[in-house]
């Protein structure tokens, strides 16, 4: 049996929206993997310690206020104070192309902007968990 | 590969190697049964609270308010809280969105909480097949309360009644008035009954209903070990003589109002009179033989399944089934056959 893979959505930050959160979770279920959904609001501490308990493989941060250069590496950097470096971390939203390359220098793993299509972010979690890809 | 934790860890309370033991033991690789294997003689000191009803009835938001009162206690210490959510896998793609944290945010950031989530992966009856197994480790890495929460779908959630010490059921308004949907069966598990969202218009209507069906249908409660034992084992379960005969623990009722913390203090005093009952009438040692000795009938059971697989080949069994559906031979005929 393939392992089951467990992803953490979070919405760090204050806005209020979560329907793209919700809509990638949904996605992420219906390819059969365990998704931990958090709510809104959460604070970077939140985050990692909600990682770490549910000791998920990956991490899934949706922003959407724009303050992503500044949450993200606070976020990277609770995750390993709590051990979780190897955590793979996934951030979409509205984030301009220009900011992409930063936020993978960081260490992220993947960056969706606008108009991602879901099955391509349900793809790249199973190589990068898993480590092959599979049609 | 994540490099994976150690018996010593989880005993010492390391949250990241908990995390691992509960992976792996939830993954039944080897390396998670060895772990509850060496863990055991650390276990059965935790006292083990289930929480079930309807899905929306409000026992994530209970849960939350439990643990809240348990860490900030008006007198005594504060108690190390550990919490197991279960949701349902997608019977489909095997995938689960598992949402109870949400209502659980108010416990974040405090260290003497530990939350987990966890899937059904395909168990049916309210809790996953290592809900128990989770509770082991929660209980060896020193967690004092351990709350579970049920899925809540099922007619039958008397898996939790077995595996936990205190059963709550949690009840809400506006479910309609229909008091058929309050099945005997769910009073039966219950030590404490809630209704909660007590600040809705119906809810006053459900209490009054709840309390005569309590009063109808709890004239006495089984002791924990018949209650237990509802099938037959492999073997007669072997009983723990108590020397009193036991008090009757009549089930209490409370409102409660989980998004704003209105009720949850009598609620909480009946957990804790709960656990004193159970312990001075010898109950608590009489459920915990019960639920030992079922599961090593499950476990026995197993094995002689995958023995007998191990020897006897499948022609054979296609053989038998044939001339079984063609009504050659019995059922009974068929067992003599196959063995
Ligand atoms: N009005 C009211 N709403 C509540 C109460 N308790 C929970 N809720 C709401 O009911 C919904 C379901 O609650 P949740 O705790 O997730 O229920 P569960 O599915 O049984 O775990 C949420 O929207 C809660 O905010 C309550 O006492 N009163
Ligand atoms: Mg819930």
């Known amino acids: 049996m393939e392992r089951k893979i467990r992803v953490l959505i979070a919405k760090p930050g204050l806005d209020g929206h979560d329907r793209g959160a919700k809509l990638i979770a949904r996605a992420l279920r219906d390819a059969g993997m365990e998704v931990i959904y958090t709510g809104l609001r959460q604070t970077p501490e939140m985050i990692s310690e909600a990682a770490l308990q549910e000791d998920v493989d990956v991490v899934g941060l949706s922003i959407l206020s724009g303050a992503h250069m500044g949450l993200v590496p606070r976020i990277l950097k609770s995750l390993q104070e709590n051990g979780m470096q190897d955590v793979h971390v996934f951030v979409g939203g509205i984030i301009p192309e220009e900011d992409m390359p930063a936020l993978l220098e960081m260490g992220v793993s993947a960056v969706y902007g606008p108009g991602t299509v879901t099955q391509q972010v349900v793809k790249d979690v199973r190589k990068i968990v898993l480590g092959y890809t599979e049609e | ?339």
């Open chain 2, 1 to 339: 590969m994540k490099s994976i934790g150690n018996a010593q860890a989880v005993l010492a309370g390391d949250r990241r190697a908990i995390a691992r033991a509960l992976t792996e033991v939830e993954n039944d690789t080897k390396f998670g049964s060895a772990l509850l294997d060496e863990l055991f003689v650390y276990t059965g000191k935790a006292h083990l609270v289930g929480v079930t009803g309807s899905p929306g009835a409000g026992k994530s938001s209970l849960v939350n308010q439990i643990a809240k009162i348990f860490r900030k206690p008006k007198v005594g210490q504060p108690v190390r809280v550990g919490i197991v959510a279960v949701d349902p896998s997608s019977p489909f793609t095997g995938g689960a969105i598992l949402g109870d944290r949400v209502r659980m945010r108010d416990l974040s950031g405090d260290s003497g909480v530990f939350i987990r989530s966890m899937a059904t992966r395909g168990t049916l009856g309210g809790l996953a097949k290592k809900t128990s197994a989770f509770a082991q480790i929660l209980d060896a890495a020193g967690y004092e309360l351990i709350l579970i929460e049920t899925v809540g779908a099922g007619q039958s959630e008397v898996d939790i009644a077995r595996l936990a010490h205190t059963t709550i059921v949690v009840e809400s308004p506006g479910m309609g008035d229909d008091i058929q949907a309050i099945k005997a069966g769910i009073l039966e598990i219950a030590d404490i009954l809630v209704v909660n969202k007590a600040d809705q218009p119906m809810a006053d209507l459900t209490l009054r209903a709840l309390k005569a069906n309590l009063d109808l249908a709890h004239p006495q409660q089984f002791s924990a070990f018949d209650r237990m034992h509802l099938h037959t084992l492999a073997f007669e379960p072997i009983p723990i003589v108590s020397s009193d005969v036991p008090d009757i623990w009549f089930p209490p009722l409370f409102p409660t109002v989980s998004t704003r913390g209105e009720g949850i203090e009598l609620l909480v005093e009946a957990i804790v009179a709960h656990k004193a009952y159970l312990q001075d009438n010898g109950q608590w040692q009489q459920r915990e033989a019960a639920r030992l000795q079922e599961e090593l009938n499950d476990l026995l059971l197993s094995y002689f399944a995958s023995q007998w697989r191990m020897q006897v080949n499948k022609s054979k069994i296609e053989e038998v089934v044939h001339d079984l559906l063609a009504r050659k031979y019995s059922p009974q005929q068929s067992l003599k056959r196959l063995l």
